[in-house]
């Protein structure tokens, strides 16, 4: 199986070109983000990936983790791994230097993401986990639970995790039943909590829970729910641990992928009640989860695509040195290697063209994440956040969907050898399904994403989105480049298709509720094509700049358009039949009664 390299040339193109790394590094607090210390990190970072992570991926995939007698144990080699990867300070990247963090900016952040991700997936998803509680106990914990549990989380010498889901509240969070009963100054914690990534394992000597659930009188539903703090080993004043928490680990769950990554059926309260602090107020639980969850998000859908790209780079390196069959154009000939077929070149650019529209669209929002934390106008900031919380959704959502049909095209390129576990392209496959259901599904990512996102501001954020895509397809309309007139012209039908799903469920939406709910995941979808060829066609353009300057670097930016213009005709077209599905589709989804579906 190939070894996975980061792919750090596109990244800093990206990150330089469409997400402006420079504008960034001027935000305040970020004057340490050069150019050079950035190119560093990513350098530093791919080094790890390629050489710590990616070698463990197949024998982890094999091993699995472990559980006896309570005990959980992750395959040969992770402790390890994990160890040289907090000491090498990467748990702490984008965690704000007043914690003790790096403070280097989001967008940093997603590109190392990324690298983890494509590595070595099961791996990741712990740190991925504990950055997420660090963040929500930052903004939302006392000062005493800051100062008694965040150093040794941010230093990742203890992990973290989100306990949500139980056997009858999956993504139903208002069925949730675990209970906490006032004492003192803390809370006594009793019910079950399933799918719970790391949960339980030997990498470190404590895990801090984050644990929804209700005070005996607290409201029903959403609004009676409240977080705490649950440690695996309670923590005594001096910082030491002391006895351990009344929380067990039932059991781990036998999943199709991520094998290597215990995901727990947790117990808490079995005897005494776990001890557990409050996180804020009362009742505000799932508001404060939701911070976690966020980012959570965004790095899941950075997942998606780190995967994506993993599975591209073996399918590349797969069909440069499969010989088979003759050449169409000659076949009286010999065979050749399949990266001359025609149909697999078609594959292998569909892979290609997406994972860069993903890192771009990703990369992004991360720096508009970044100025939504740190611009100083008020108002921009605002700006800034308004389309962060638009497109969260659809960079989780879209490049999940995105990362299932990668990984399973990565298989199709191998051909029957593709569906053999030793080549490792179906672990892949196996590993990126997940990514489309935790964080939220698809369709709850499209539920959000009309209703909080579409509905409620009458469509003002999406609409000025859509202005911002019309002066990139204005620059286009300029271009004389023909390859540029190509891109252009598709990016406009893909833009007012997306205009006009917009206004369509801004007009349908509170009088047919379900007509547009069935257009939801469409909707989703159709929005993650158009930015990615938004950002396409802008790589596009900088790409065609920097031919027509001269210079190094010829063939990546004759790439570049190459890829662009593959987006353009293959990816963008389907816009037009998404929105199709969105305005006149939902007779069809809701046209069988209950009982015909038989």
């Known amino acids: 199986?190939?070894?996975?390299?980061?792919?750090?040339?596109?990244?800093?193109?990206?990150m330089n070109e469409l997400a402006?790394?420079?504008?960034?590094?001027?935000?305040?607090?970020?004057?340490?983000?050069?150019?050079?210390?950035?190119?560093?990190v990513l350098d530093a970072a791919g080094k790890f990936a390629a050489d710590v992570l990616a070698p463990l991926n197949v024998s982890g995939d094999r091993q699995g983790a472990g559980f006896k007698d309570g005990v959980v144990t992750t395959p040969q080699g992770f402790k390890q791994a994990y160890l040289r990867f907090v000491q090498d300070g990467w748990n702490a990247l984008a965690i704000p230097a007043e914690h003790g963090g790096q403070g280097l900016p989001q967008l940093v952040s997603a590109a190392v993401q990324e690298m983890w991700q494509a590595a070595n997936m099961s791996f990741a998803l712990c740190s991925l986990l504990t950055q997420g509680a660090v963040h929500a106990l930052i903004l939302c914990g006392s000062p005493q639970l800051k100062k008694l549990f965040l150093p040794k989380m941010i230093s990742g010498d203890w992990t973290g995790t989100m306990n949500l889901s139980e056997p009858q509240a999956g993504s139903d969070l208002a069925a949730v039943r675990c209970r906490a009963q006032r004492?003192?100054?803390?809370?006594?914690?009793?019910?079950?909590?399933?799918?719970?990534?790391?949960?339980?394992?030997?990498?470190?000597?404590?895990?801090?829970?984050?644990?929804l659930a209700r005070t005996p009188d607290a409201p029903a539903g959403v609004k009676g729910i409240s977080m705490f703090l649950v440690p695996k080993f309670l923590v005594n004043t001096d910082g030491t641990l002391g006895k351990r928490n009344d929380v067990q680990c039932a059991s781990i769950e036998h999943k199709l992928g991520i094998h290597a990554c215990p995901t727990a059926v947790l117990s808490y309260g079995e005897n005494q009640g776990a001890l557990g602090y409050l996180i804020g107020e009362e009742n505000r639980g799932l508001e404060y989860m939701f911070i976690m969850m966020n980012l959570a998000r965004f790095d899941v859908g950075v997942q998606g695509l780190g995967i994506s790209d993993r599975a591209w780079q073996q399918a590349r390196a797969y069909a440069k040195e499969r010989v088979q069959s003759a050449d169409i154009s000659e076949p009286r000939g010999q065979p050749v290697t399949i990266i001359h077929h025609p149909d697999v070149r078609r594959m292998l650019m569909s892979m290609k063209s997406r994972v860069e529209a993903m890192r771009a669209v990703a990369y992004v929002i991360a720096a508009e994440l970044d100025r939504s934390l740190r611009l100083a106008d008020e108002n921009e900031r605002a700006r800034a956040q308004s389309f962060v919380d638009l497109m969260i959704p659809v960079v989780k959502g879209w490049c999940t969907e995105n990362a299932v049909d990668i990984t399973s095209l990565g298989i199709q390129v191998h051909g029957g050898m593709g569906y053999i576990e030793e080549t490792g392209a179906a672990q892949h496959f196996r590993d990126a399904r997940i990514s489309t259901i935790y964080e939220g599904t698809t369709g709850i990512q499209a539920?959000?994403?009309?209703?909080?996102?579409?509905?409620?501001?009458?469509?003002?954020?999406?609409?000025?989105?859509i202005s911002v895509m019309r002066a990139t397809e204005s620059e286009l309309a300029k271009a004389k480049d023909n390859e540029l007139k190509a891109i252009h012209a598709r990016l406009k039908a893909g833009i007012d298709a997306m205009e006009q799903a917009v206004d369509w469920l801004v007009n349908h939406y509170a009088g047919n509720v379900k007509a547009a709910a069935a257009g939801s995941v469409p909707f989703l979808l159709l929005v993650g094509i158009v930015s990615g060829g938004w950002q396409m066609a802008r790589a596009a353009l900088a790409a065609q700049n920097k031919l027509e300057a001269g210079g190094g670097d010829a063939g990546f930016y004759q790439a570049k358009l190459g890829t662009a213009r593959f987006y353009a005709d293959h990816e963008l077209p389907k816009a037009i039949a998404l929105k199709e599905s969105i305005v006149g589709g939902a007779t069809g989804v809701l046209a069988l009664s209950e009982e015909q579906f038989a």
Request: glycine residues 10%; hydrophobic residues 35%; without cysteine.
């Open 1 to 14: 199986m190939a070894g996975y390299q980061a792919p750090l040339r596109d990244m800093q193109f990206v």
């Open 20 to 40: 402006d790394l420079a504008g960034v590094g001027r935000l305040p607090g970020y004057a340490d983000a050069t150019p050079e210390l950035v190119d560093s």
């Open 183 to 211: 004492e003192g100054e803390h809370y006594r914690i009793s019910g079950q909590k399933i799918f719970i990534t790391y949960g339980e394992h030997n990498w470190t000597e404590n895990i801090i829970h984050l644990v």
């Open 447 to 465: 539920k959000d994403l009309i209703g909080r996102k579409i509905a409620r501001d009458k469509g003002e954020t999406a609409k000025a989105l």
